[in-house]
C-alpha cells in the first residue's frame, strides 16, 4: 500500500525542489487564454456606462438613441428609475456592440436623468465623519491583568507607573485591488447551455451564481477560466456583470465579452478597507508594553465597517488593553478582501507604535520586538527564530542606528524596521479525481484556479511525487466547474487543500495499480512501493516492473479514484501523529530605506523576508509569491492609495497613470528566506498568499522612522506626507 | 551607466521631432476617445492647413496588416485599435487591454521595430508598416528571452508577462551587455500587480549572460 503522508523530510523525489511552473512558457509567449482573450467569432463586446455623481438617485434613463448608434446591438439599463447610487463610477447602463468604440459611441449617448444628493467620503477625518452622521460603533473590548480593578482607574493607575507614555495616530488608506485582467467574462451559448468564461477565482462556486438570476440549474452552466489575470480577494464572485454578460448574449443570440474599464474596475470591482487609529501606549523601561489604550476607525464603504478589533494591536497581545471600534460609512464601493484581509492594517497602525516604544526609549527596535515576543502565544519561540535569520540577512545589527541618530549622506538619511506577522492558511474542502490510462498517461481533475501563484504545478508535483513520475508525466485538468469542486482561492487555503485531495487521489490510483501488478511481481500489493518510473518491491528494487508495462495490466481503463479534504469532517487533522495539512504561520520581514529629506522620496534599499508555511512543495513559486508580496507591500507602504475628492466625492486616481505603483526600478533587493525546519515540514503543507503582504507596510514605515527620528504617520508615505511630517516636527 | 540610457532616449526623441501634433495628442489621450473624436472631426482635419497626411475613413477600410512577417487581409473602422484587430480578429492575445491611456506597457508590440502601444495606436495607422507581437517569439523553439521567464519564474497571474517579454527583448537588443542598474532603471514602462520584478531582472540578466539557470 502506497502511504499517504508525505516522505519525511529530504526523502521526497519532487517536493520541495525548485520547478519551473508548468504553464510558464504559454505565459510568456502570449498564447495562455485568459477570459478577457476569449474571442468567439461573432462576438459583440459590451461596457457599461458609469454614474458621475457620488450619490443621487435616477429620475430616468434615456437609451434611444443609443440605440440608434450604428453598430450597437443592444442597451440595458442596469438601474431602474428610482434607484439610488451611492458611489461614484457604479454601473447604470450598458451597450452591447459591434466594436469598442461602436460600444463607446453608444454608451455617450444615454442620457441618464440624476437628482443629485449629498455625499460624503472623508473616512481619515473621525471628527468630521461625526459631523456628518457617517458613524457607527463597530464594538469594543477591554482585557485587564487584574480583572477586578476598576477599569478606568486601573488603566489610569497602569499608565502612572509606565516608564514611557505616549499618545500617537497612525493611519493606511484605502488601496484598489488593481487586477491588470479587469473582471469580467466572455459568455456564449450552445443548446441552451451557458459557457461563462469567467475572470474568477472560484470556478467551483459561481456557476450557481449566474444559473439562479438566469432561472437556470448549475448543471446548464459552465464556468471556465483556465487563466485569471490577477484577483487578490476581488474575484469569488460572478458579480452582476457577470450575470449580465450571460443574459446579453442569450439576447442577443451572439457571444459577448463584458469586462469592466479600469476606471469602472477601480471604482468598483474591489478596494481595501482604511485604517486609522489614535492610541495611547505605555511600556515598561526596557520596551515591554504593558497598557495600550486605543480609538481606531476607517472605511468600507456605504455599509461602514472599519478593520476588525481583534487584531488590535497586531500579533502582540499586551497584558493590559482597550480598544474601541468605530465603522465610517461612505459614498464608495463596498470593499472586498483585499490579501489578508484585516492583517496589513492592523499590523501597519499598530506595529509602528511598538517601534515608536523604541524611538521613546532610545532602545533597538529588534530588542523592544524581541521583549515582547512573550505576548504573541504559542508561536513565540519561531518568531525569534525567524528574528535571528532576518536579522542575519539584513546585517542589522552592524547596521542599526537609534531612531534619527545615523548618519547623513547629503539630504540622504537611511534606517532599519521591522514587524512581524501572522496567518492560518489552512486547507479548504476540496475534491480530486485521479486517472491512470492504460498507456501510462495519468491525469487530474480538480474545480479549482491558479492565479498565478503556481497551483496547477503544484498539482501535477503531488501527482507526480506519488506515483514516482516526473513531472511532465502528469496532465493536470483545473479551471472548470465541470471538474470535481474545490474551494475559492482565498484566505491562502488553495495549496492545502488540492494538495490533499491531489494526495488522496492519486495514493488511491496507484493502491489499484498496485493491487494489479502484485501477482507478476509475487508480492503483496501492500509491499509495493512506485518510485523512479517504476513500480517496485519496497527494499528490494530487482523486482520492478516499469510504469507504462505496470499500466498496461489495467485492462480496460482507466483507473479512476478520488480523494478529498473537507475541513474537520472526512478525516482526522492529525492521523497517528501525521498530517498532510495544517493551519498557522509566523513571518518576520525587515526593511532598510534612504530617505532624501529634502525631496521626501523614499527608496528601498533592502527588503528581507523571513517565512515559515510547513512543508513547501515548490521552492520556486513559493519564493516568487513573497518576492510578489514584498513588492505589493512596497506598493501600499510608498505608492499606492485611492484619492476621494470631498468636494465631489469622485475616486480621481483611478487611471493607471494617476494611480501609483512601484516599478522596476522602485523595489530595491529583496531577500527571501524559506524557514522550513524539520518542526515545520511535520506539520504537512500551508498556504501562503497572505501571510508575506501583511508586515511591509509597518516594516517600512518603521525604517522611515528609524531615519529621520520622526514618523510619518499615515501610509502611502508619499513625498508629500514626508515633506509635511518633516516640517511638522521642525515649526 | 544610467546616462547611456538617457543619451539613447534623448536621441530616440529626437529622431521621433518634438511628437507634439494634433494626431499624436489624439492617440495619446484614449484610444476610443481618440478614435470618436476623429471620426467626427474628419471633415475638418481635410481642411485644415499643414496637415501631410491623407484623410481616409470614417466607412470601413480594408486594409493589409503584416502581423509577425505574415499579411492579413483586415476590415476595420478608421476608429479600431491595433489591439482589437490582433486579438478579435486574427486572434494574437498576447498583448493585453490593461490601461486605456498606455500608462502600463500591457499592449507593448513592434511596430516597425520600434515599441508602441497597441491599444494606442490605430489599425489603419499600421497599414504598409511591420508590426511584431510577442507571440513572434514562441513557437517550437521559443526566444531566449521568454524562456528565461520560465527558469526565473518571471511571471505570476501573467498577465502583464507579454508586455514585459516585449520590452525585455527590445531593450536587450539595444543594450545586449546591460548590467543589473541599467535593466532595473531601463524597463520602467511595463507594470505588474503581482510583483514579478525582481524574477524579471533574474531573467534579463540570465539572458545578458547567455546562461540557462533552468
Known sequence: MAEVFWPAQGSAALLGGEHNRVDGLAKSTGVAKYAYDIAPDNMLIAQALSCPHAHANIRAIDLTAAQNVAGVVAVEPLKAEGDEVRWEGDLVAVVAAESEAACAEGLAAIKVDYEVLDHYVDDADLDAATGADATRPAGSNTQKADADAEEDAEFERLFGEAAVTFEADYGIHVITHMCLETHGSTCEWNDNKLTSHLSTQNVSGTAGQIAGPLELTAQDVTVHCDYVGGGFGSKFAADAWGVTCAQLAKNTGRPVKYMLTRSQELKNAGNRPSGFIHVKVGAKDDGFVNVWDSSHWGTNGPSGAPVSQNFIPYVFDPPNRRRVATGIRTNSSPARAWRAPNHPQCCAITQTAYDDVARHLGLDSYDVFLRNLSTVGERAAVYEEQMKLGAQLMDWKAKWHPHGKGPKDGSVVSGLGMAIHTWGGGPHNSRATCKIYPDGGVEVFLGSQDLGTGTRTVIGLVVAETLGLELNQVKVNIGSSEYPASGPSGGSTTVGGVSESTRRAATAALNELFAKVAVQLEANADDLEATGGKIQVKGNQNRNIAWKDACNQIGMGPIEAQGEYQGGVTYPRDYEGKRLTDNGVAGVQMAEVAVDTETGIVKMRKFVAVQDIGLIINRKTARSQIYGAAIMGIAYALFEERIMDKASGAFVNAELSDYKLPRMGDVGEIVVELYEPESEYNRGVIGLGEPPVISPGAAISNAVCNALGIRVPVLPMTPQRVLEAISAANP | ?214
Open chain 2, 1 to 214: 551607466m544610467k546616462e547611456d540610457i538617457r543619451q539613447e532616449l534623448r536621441s530616440q526623441t529626437r529622431k521621433r521631432g518634438s511628437g507634439f501634433n494634433r494626431r499624436d495628442f489624439l492617440k495619446g489621450s484614449g484610444a476610443a476617445a481618440a478614435a470618436t473624436a476623429l471620426s467626427q472631426t474628419a471633415g475638418v482635419l481635410e481642411g485644415s492647413p499643414g496637415s501631410s497626411s491623407s484623410v481616409i475613413g470614417p466607412e470601413i477600410q480594408q486594409m493589409t496588416l503584416n502581423v509577425n512577417g505574415q499579411n492579413h487581409e483586415v476590415r476595420a473602422e478608421t476608429r479600431t485599435t491595433l489591439l482589437e484587430v490582433l486579438r478579435y480578429q486574427l486572434k494574437l492575445t498576447g498583448a493585453k487591454p490593461v490601461a486605456s491611456d498606455a500608462s502600463c506597457g500591457g499592449s507593448t508590440v513592434w511596430i516597425d521595430d520600434r515599441l508602441a502601444s497597441a491599444g494606442s495606436t490605430l489599425a489603419v495607422e499600421c497599414a504598409g508598416k511591420k508590426v511584431r507581437t510577442v507571440e513572434s517569439l514562441g513557437g517550437e523553439s521559443p526566444d531566449a528571452v521568454p524562456q528565461a521567464f520560465v527558469n526565473n519564474d518571471a511571471q505570476q497571474c501573467g498577465f502583464c508577462t507579454p508586455g514585459f517579454v516585449v520590452a525585455v527583448r527590445a531593450f536587450l537588443d539595444a543594450n545586449p551587455n546591460a548590467t543589473e542598474e541599467q535593466i532595473r532603471s531601463g524597463i520602467n514602462g511595463n507594470l505588474c500587480r503581482c510583483g514579478t520584478y525582481a524574477n524579471v531582472i533574474e531573467a534579463a540578466l540570465e539572458v545578458v549572460k547567455g546562461g540557462s539557470r533552468g
